[in-house]
């Protein structure tokens, strides 16, 4: 179950998972004025599952995937700064990014930069420069990629194992009032930049 597995990977001092009218949230920001929170699961939306991108009979979507739109429609961690790709519905402020948008913008990047592979699956986002996809080809199909180029920084055999490690990397950057414990100085007027995970490293 990854939505078990993410919720249990955050500290018991960063709070419950709160329902919400699209999913469930932790870590209410103290330093927002619109309640905004740094985690969010959406719920799965059923009926929607097969429209995903189109790959839902094809070989491009693993059946890992497949399952866990299941159990969700894609999430929102750290800020937005670890995300996997859903639907949008267009019914609520804080939603997935959308996988079919973000499939297209990538591969347009990669074409610009002449790397780009069709067979390439983006499954969601690390920090502000990378991405992560799938490619059944290679030994380890979940590859992470700087956005818009090919060159693979690491790459995992399971979606699961590409959330263990990342995860608990990203929580031990921040301290328990959901602050960076290493802001980033060039947004430090805009709170949400300012504590989100621009770069991998």
């Known amino acids: 179950m990854?939505?078990?597995?993410?919720?249990?990977?955050?500290?018991?001092?960063?709070g419950s998972w709160d329902k919400t009218v699209n999913g469930e949230v932790n870590a209410t920001l103290p330093y927002v004025d619109n309640n905004l929170s740094m985690n969010y699961i959406f719920n799965p939306v059923h009926s929607k599952i097969k429209k995903i991108y189109g790959y839902d009979?094809?070989?491009?979507?693993?059946?890992?995937l497949k399952h866990?739109?299941?159990?969700c429609n894609g999430f929102r961690l750290f800020l937005s700064s670890f995300s996997l790709y859903g639907i949008q519905e267009d019914k609520n402020e804080m939603e997935p990014f959308d996988i079919t948008t973000e499939n297209y913008n990538i591969h347009a990047?990669?074409?610009?930069?002449?790397?780009?592979?069709?067979?390439y699956l983006f499954l969601g986002s690390v920090c502000k420069d990378a991405t992560f996809a799938y490619f059944s080809n290679l030994k380890k199909p979940y590859v992470c990629m700087k956005n818009g180029f090919a060159?693979?920084?690491?790459?995992?055999?399971?979606i699961?194992?590409?959330i263990r490690f990342f995860i608990p990397r990203m929580v031990e950057l921040y301290d328990d009032n959901f602050k960076k414990k290493r802001p980033n100085k060039e947004f430090e007027s805009v709170p949400v930049l300012a504590n989100a995970i621009m770069y991998i490293d």
Not at 4 to 10: A, D, T
Not at 68 to 71: A, L, M, S
Not at 151 to 158: A, Q, V
């Open 2 to 14: 990854i939505v078990e597995l993410i919720k249990k990977s955050f500290p018991l001092s960063w």
């Open 57 to 64: 009979n094809s070989d491009k979507m693993p059946d890992e």
């Open 68 to 71: 866990i739109y299941t159990e």
């Open 109 to 119: 990047r990669m074409k610009e930069n002449k790397v780009d592979n069709e067979n």
């Open 151 to 158: 060159d693979i920084i690491i790459d995992f055999t399971s």
């Open 160 to 162: 699961e194992e590409l």
